[in-house]
T-cell receptor, first 117, second 112 residues
Framework: NAGVMQNPRHLVRRRGQEARLRCSPM?????VYWYRQLPEEGLKFMVY????????ESGMPKERFSAEFPKEGPSILRIQQVVRGDSAAYFC???????????????FGSGTQLSVL | DAKTTQPNSMESNEEEPVHLPCNHS???????IHWYRQLPSQGPEYVIH???SNVNNRMASLAIAEDRKSSTLILHRATLRDAAVYYC?????????????FGKGTLLTVNP
């Protein structure tokens, strides 16, 4: 059973370009989370999605950032018109459908390192 | 998630036990205690979790104080591969507890 797959592993963009980060959850997992880790800072929650639904996007910047998790295919985190401050490691995590969150664990991918020139 | 307090850093020698403390004095009765770790250039990795009783798995042991206001992650024999940031996280029952709230964690250095 493959783990959470993120690609690309490294992404370089120039200011003003678009960045698309992909996340394939573990098999059987229908919940996806995106986290961002800025240099020398901790992991910050961005968004929580279930298939075709955004459940909680309270950690997403109001502009330029969007996320989706379609019925088929990977979850996508999209950053439009990137700026240098978007340079960070972006991690995706997944979990199975659960009725007991406090007892559930998340499985994280290896992340995408975004560098904005 | 409720607040936890961990030392910023700890140091250990290879093949010695490591005890990583975590204080969570405001824990409520139904909060689970979770530990994750993040190796360099990797995503976080689940280590262990528990509610009231001590827990053991292949990676570590979790010792939970009787009043549940603190816990200790125990690595029985540290290896160089255990060098990582260790996060102690409380997951509340109900509400928006689907998301993990990471603090600064403890940076563990393992000396050869």
């Amino acid at each position: 059973n493959a783990g959470v797959m993120q690609n690309p592993r490294h992404l370089v963009r120039r200011r003003g370009q678009e960045a698309r980060l992909r996340c394939s959850p573990m098999k059987g997992h229908s919940h996806v989370y995106w986290y961002r880790q800025l240099p020398e800072e901790g992991l910050k929650f961005m968004v929580y999605l279930q298939k075709e639904n955004i459940i909680d996007e309270s950690g997403m910047p109001k502009e330029r950032f969007s996320a989706e998790f379609p019925k088929e295919g990977p979850s996508i985190l999209r950053i439009q018109q990137v700026v240098r401050g978007d340079s960070a490691a972006y991690f995706c995590a997944s979990s199975p459908p659960s009725s007991g969150w406090s007892n559930e664990k998340l499985f994280f991918g290896s992340g995408t390192q975004l560098s904005v020139l | 998630d409720a607040k936890t307090t961990q030392p910023n850093s700890m140091e250990s020698n290879e093949e010695e036990p490591v005890h990583l403390p975590c204080n969570h004095s405001t824990i409520s009765g139904t909060d689970y205690i979770h530990w994750y770790r993040q190796l360099p250039s990797q995503g976080p990795e689940y280590v262990i979790h528990g509610l009231t009783s001590n827990v053991n798995n292949r990676m570590a042991s979790l010792a939970i104080a009787e009043d549940r206001k603190s816990s200790t992650l125990i690595l029985h024999r540290a290896t160089l591969r255990d060098a990582a940031v260790y996060y102690c996280i409380l997951r509340e029952s109900g509400g928006s507890n689907y998301k993990l709230t990471f603090g600064k964690g403890t940076l563990l250095t393992v000396n050869p």
